[in-house]
T-cell receptor, first 113, second 115 residues
Framework: QKEVEQDPGPLSVPEGAIVSLNCTYS??????FMWYRQYSRKGPELLMY????GNKEDGRFTAQVDKSSKYISLFIRDSQPSDSATYLC?????????????FGAGTRLAVHP | ETGVTQSPTHLIKTRGQQVTLRCSSQ?????VSWYQQALGQGPQFIFQ???????GRGNFPPRFSGLQFPNYSSELNVNALELDDSALYLC??????????????FGPGTRLLVL
């Protein structure tokens, strides 16, 4: 079983839709939770960073963390064609003196006009 | 504020050769991590450098090695290249080694093709 599970999609939605992206994880020691956006053939871009259960909002993006269920979500409101990308969830673990990120496989999102 | 930069952007090598990839960390960041991303997969942690020393490694063989310099820039070296080493190699920098100062910020990556 992978430490982080993420549905690879692809997910196709019309412009203006609300998008819900999800990840589950198995390691309760994860301390920080992130969402990255990656356009084709580019590096991942940090969207959201959080360390506690609950919601965090930034513009059209809302990150939700439920540590008791080991489940995180990213919601995108009023989706735009420019949101078409792969979305990666990542968990951070600081152990043994170093901090590594463990990623999901990524969900491909296509927003069509 | 300058972001993370990597060079070269693309590279083609043949099996058995050696390659060096370079990374300049974001201003103010003292920790550099390297990741390998195969097509259609999430990035996989290779190793992390802090204070010019490797302080953590993922499940990668010793032919993957690195350096960090006093200005916090870093190199990734891969010896005896194999076909499976073809991937996007990502460098990420962060403000603190324990992650408490914020997350890791990634560069654009170097795409390596091994023939």
């Amino acid at each position: 079983q992978k430490e982080v599970e993420q549905d690879p999609g692809p997910l196709s939605v019309p412009e203006g839709a609300i998008v819900s992206l999800n990840c589950t994880y198995s390691n309760s020691a994860f301390q920080y939770f992130m969402w990255y956006r990656q356009y084709s053939r580019k590096g991942p871009e940090l969207l959201m960073y959080t360390y506690s259960s609950g919601n965090k909002e930034d513009g059209r993006f809302t990150a939700q963390v439920d540590k008791s269920s080991k489940y995180i979500s990213l919601f995108i409101r009023d989706s735009q064609p420019s949101d078409s990308a792969t979305y990666l969830c990542a968990m951070a673990l600081f152990s043994g003196g170093y901090n590594k990120l463990i990623f999901g496989a990524g969900t491909r999102l296509a927003v069509h006009p | 504020e300058t972001g993370v930069t990597q060079s070269p952007t693309h590279l083609i090598k043949t099996r058995g050769q050696q390659v060096t990839l370079r990374c300049s960390s974001q201003s103010g960041h003292n920790t550099v991590s390297w990741y390998q991303q195969a097509l259609g997969q999430g990035p996989q942690f290779i190793f992390q450098y802090y204070r010019e020393e490797e302080n953590g490694r993922g499940n990668f063989p010793p032919r993957f090695s690195g350096l960090q310099f006093p200005n916090y820039s870093s190199e990734l070296n891969v010896n005896a290249l194999e076909l499976d080493d073809s991937a996007l190699y990502l460098c990420a920098s962060s403000f603190s080694v324990d992650g408490s100062g914020g997350s890791q910020y990634f560069g654009p990556g170097t795409r390596l093709l091994v023939l």
